[in-house]
């Protein structure tokens, strides 16, 4: 069975602090995601990569960076939390196939709570 | 650009009833559909995918849909839910050639009642 794993189910910040989520993957994935999930927004991209140090863009990457220098682990850092960034964080992979067909395996997410 | 639009935010039903979500999307490209489902304090897990061929396509516990390509649809369906049912379903998209990248709906909760 494929698993991803989230470091925290739950979190609890400060505005103004710099917060790490990780993520890791146990099946030599290559592709990885980083996912917002609020309410009557669905699943927004953050960033995603498709091999060790490669990084792109999503759809809503302003205040975030992150960071991939092991292919199992993909982390998603907020340079200076702020109250609009409280959410649920989800990690997923898959696994490079014909472009587009990919399943994802999603973690467990992380929700974030930022004060 | 793509987009995905489940038109309805919460479906209640009592259980052995009958359900239809309803998924939407627009697309200037031909696109892959998938359902993954959420079940509560979990993340996601796929449902079932339409990729090519017959336009139905079935899930392992009795979930189905069909994909529509003149009115650019994919609603779920199932003849009979349970309790164990309940749970949040998403619709999402994935241009071909596309490398993985999937653009999701908003999102709908399926209450199944007792």
């Known amino acids: 069975d494929v698993k991803v794993t989230q470091s925290s189910r739950y979190l609890v910040k400060r505005t103004g602090e710099k917060v790490f989520l990780e993520c890791v993957q146990d099946?030599?994935?290559?592709?990885m995601f980083w996912y917002r999930q609020d309410p009557g927004l669905g699943l927004r991209l953050i960033y995603f990569?498709?091999?060790?140090?490669?990084?792109e863009k999503g759809d809503i990457p302003e205040g975030y960076s992150v960071s991939r220098e092991k292919k199992e682990r993909f982390s998603l850092i907020l340079e200076s939390a702020s109250t609009n960034q409280t959410s649920m964080y989800l990690c997923?992979?898959?696994?490079?196939?014909?472009?587009?067909?990919?399943?994802?395996?999603f973690g467990p997410g992380t929700r974030l709570l930022v004060l | 650009a793509q987009s995905v639009t489940q038109l309805d935010s919460q479906v209640p039903v009592f259980e052995e009833a009958p359900v239809e979500l309803r998924c939407n999307y627009s697309s200037s490209v031909s696109v892959y559909l998938f359902w993954y489902v959420q079940y509560p304090n979990q993340g996601l897990q796929l449902l079932l995918k339409y990729l090519s061929g017959s336009t139905l396509v079935e899930s392992i516990n009795g979930f189905e849909a069909e994909f529509n390509k003149s009115q650019t649809s994919f609603h779920l369906r199932k003849p009979s839910v349970h309790i164990s049912d309940t749970a949040e379903y998403f619709c999402?998209?994935?241009?071909?050639?596309?490398?993985?990248?999937?653009?999701f709906g908003q999102g709908t909760t399926l209450q199944v009642k007792p």
């Open positions: 099946m030599d994935h290559e592709n």
């Open positions: 990569s498709y091999d060790v140090k490669m990084k």
């Open positions: 997923a992979s898959s696994l490079p196939g014909l472009a587009g067909q990919e399943t994802q395996y």
């Open positions: 999402a998209v994935s241009p071909l050639g596309n490398t993985g990248k999937l653009i």
